[in-house]
């Protein structure tokens, strides 16, 4: 409950019929965060860059009625592990870095591109563009791979 008593989960119709239609236990792709900002997400096979789509909805706001920073920093993570999984291997997020240059008050449009496809660690970036095509946020990131034969970092 937020603290005029308003239900946070649920309240919403949409926000409802998102949380029914995800499955936590769905394969790579498709897992619950993903299905529950309704994210679409495509490749460009030649380029080598991962599209995501994030569509607006009024309960992904902050109280100035923009997007969450956290929910573009998701989208903008989700960006760089499907881009590894796509064209490298299964892999982790070890840091990112986030500006955030305008509010995004409608659809966001990420692009995840591939900065340095290293055997073991993997450097990207990913690139928020809102409805106007206007760059809105920008990310990079470090990423270890899974098939790398190295240790996993430990988180803390």
Do not use: K
Request: with cysteine; hydrophobic share 40%; net charge neutral.
């Amino acid at each position: 409950m937020t603290g005029d008593g308003v239900p946070v989960t649920g309240a919403d119709p949409v926000e409802r019929a998102r949380i029914a239609a995800a499955d936590p236990t769905a394969q790579f792709g498709s897992f619950f965060l993903s299905r529950f900002l309704d994210l679409h997400i495509s490749y460009d096979d030649e380029a080598q860059t991962c599209q995501v789509v994030l569509p607006y909805a009024p309960y992904l706001c902050n109280p100035q009625g923009t997007v969450h920073g956290g929910v573009i920093a998701t989208a903008m993570d989700i960006s760089m592990g499907h881009l590894c999984h796509r064209f490298l291997s299964t892999a982790v997020t070890i840091e990112m870095q986030f500006r955030f240059f305008r509010p995004l008050a409608g659809t966001g449009r990420i692009e995840g591109r591939l900065l340095r496809p290293g055997r073991r660690l993997v450097h990207l970036e990913s690139r928020l563009f809102d409805e106007h095509d206007t760059l809105a946020a920008f990310a990079v990131g470090s990423w270890h791979r899974m098939d790398s034969g190295q240790p996993t970092p430990r988180r803390s």
